[in-house]
C-alpha cells in the first residue's frame, strides 16, 4: 500500500485560503498592541485576558513534545478530541459521498461527528471478546471509505486493542487509521505515537481530561505526520484553545511525577473495586480494563442504575449499547467513593 494524503483530501480543503489572524501576522513582542481590535483597557477580572492566546498554542506544544517525545510540528491542540474528530471529517470526507467505518461498541462522537458532516456511517461489531473483526472491516471498505476510528483502551469495555490488528490496518488501508487514545496512561499497551513515522496514515488522538485531570478545561490532542497536523491548523478556527486553557495545561504538563502517583493509585483502587464486585451475586463478568473505569455485565443494569440514582451515586448504565446489554460502566474513584458504592451496593435487593 502506498498512502497519498492528496488522494483522500477534499478537493475544497485543498484549495482553502486560511484565516490569517492577527496573532499569525505579528508573532513578536512589542509595546503596543492596536492590530487585533481587542479592548485596550483589560478584562473586569483580577487579571486580564483581553489578548487574544497564541493560535497554535506552541508554548504548550513544547511541553508535550518534551513528555511525548514527538516534534510540535505533529502535534495538534484542540478544544477536546472532538473537535479534532470533526475536523478530520470536514478535511477528507465529501458529504453525500464518502463514508467511514467505525467498530462498536465504541465512542458515541464518531457517529455523531459523521451524522453531523452527512457522512455515512458503516457499523463493524468488534468480536464477543471486544476484538478487531479485521475480515469484515476489510469487507466493509470501499473505494469511498476515507477513515476507521478504533478506540484503544475501548470506550466503553475498557480492554486494548490488539496491537498488531491495528498494525493490520494500518498497513493496508489507503486512508486514515484514528486511534483515539484517551485512556492511555491507564493501560498497559504503549502508545501508537511512536508509530508516526512509520504510518504515513496514522492519526493519534489523546487528551488531557483523563489522567491529567483537566476535563473542565477541553485541552485535546491529535498526533500525526506533518502533512496531516498542516490541515488541522487550516481548517480549525483562529483561536480554538483559550488563553485560560493554555496557560492551566502548561501549569499542569509541569507536574508529570503527580500524575504518575495518581495513576499508580487509581489502577490499585481498580483492582481493588474488582474484587469487591465480584462478591455480589447480581455481578455476573467484570471485563479486563486497561482504563480509568471498569464495564461491569448484571443481572439489572436498569434497576441497579436507578437504584445508586437514589443513593446519589451516578455511574453510566450502557444497558442499550450494543453488546452491552445489562452491563454498567463505574468509572474508578476515590478509595472513600469506592466504598461508598460498595457499602450502597450491599443493600441493594436484586
Request: hydrophobic fraction near 40%; charged fraction near 25%.
Amino acid at each position: 500500500m502506498s498512502f497519498n494524503i492528496d488522494n483522500i483530501i477534499r478537493e475544497n480543503i485543498k484549495k482553502l485560503k486560511p484565516y490569517s489572524s492577527a496573532r499569525d501576522e505579528f508573532k513578536g513582542e512589542a509595546s503596543v498592541y492596536l492590530d487585533a481590535n481587542e479592548n485596550a483597557y483589560g478584562s473586569p477580572l483580577e487579571r486580564n485576558f483581553h489578548r487574544y492566546p497564541d493560535p497554535m498554542a506552541y508554548a504548550v506544544k513544547l511541553e508535550l513534545s518534551k513528555i511525548k517525545g514527538v516534534p510540535p510540528r505533529n502535534i495538534f491542540l484542540g478544544n477536546g478530541s472532538d473537535e479534532a474528530i470533526d475536523i478530520l471529517f470536514r478535511s477528507f470526507c465529501n458529504p453525500g459521498t464518502d463514508n467511514v467505518i467505525i467498530v462498536p461498541p465504541t465512542y458515541g462522537m464518531y457517529e455523531v461527528s459523521a451524522n453531523i458532516n452527512d457522512i455515512s456511517l458503516k457499523r463493524v461489531n468488534l468480536t464477543a471478546d471486544y476484538q478487531l473483526d479485521l475480515d469484515s472491516i476489510a469487507a466493509a471498505i470501499d473505494e469511498h471509505t476515507k477513515m476507521i476510528f478504533i478506540c484503544s483502551p475501548n470506550n466503553p469495555t475498557g480492554n486494548s486493542i490488539r496491537r498488531e490488528d491495528i498494525e493490520t490496518l494500518l498497513a493496508n488501508f489507503n486512508g486514515l487509521v484514528v486511534v483515539d487514545e484517551a485512556y492511555i496512561n491507564f493501560s498497559r499497551q504503549k502508545s501508537f505515537i511512536q508509530e508516526l513515522t512509520e504510518y504515513s496514515n496514522l492519526v493519534v488522538l489523546q487528551t488531557l481530561s483523563k489522567a491529567w485531570g483537566l476535563a473542565g478545561l477541553r485541552v485535546g490532542m491529535a498526533f500525526a505526520s506533518e502533512e496531516i497536523i498542516e490541515i488541522f491548523n487550516k481548517v480549525k478556527p483562529p483561536y480554538n484553545l483559550n488563553e485560560a486553557s493554555q496557560e492551566l495545561a502548561l501549569a499542569a504538563l509541569k507536574n508529570v511525577n503527580q500524575v504518575n502517583e495518581w495513576i499508580k493509585e487509581l489502577l490499585k483502587e481498580r483492582d481493588s473495586l474488582v474484587l469487591a464486585l465480584k462478591n455480589f451475586d447480581f455481578v455476573l463478568d467484570i471485563y479486563p480494563s486497561d482504563a480509568n473505569f471498569i464495564l461491569v455485565k448484571t443481572t439489572d443494569a436498569n434497576g441497579i442504575y436507578n437504584y445508586l440514582v437514589e443513593q446519589g451515586i451516578i455511574i453510566r448504565n450502557r444497558n442499550k449499547v450494543e453488546l452491552c446489554e445489562g452491563c454498567v460502566r463505574i468509572t474508578i474513584g476515590t478509595p472513600e467513593e469506592n466504598n461508598t458504592l460498595i457499602d450502597s451496593l450491599k443493600s441493594y435487593k436484586a
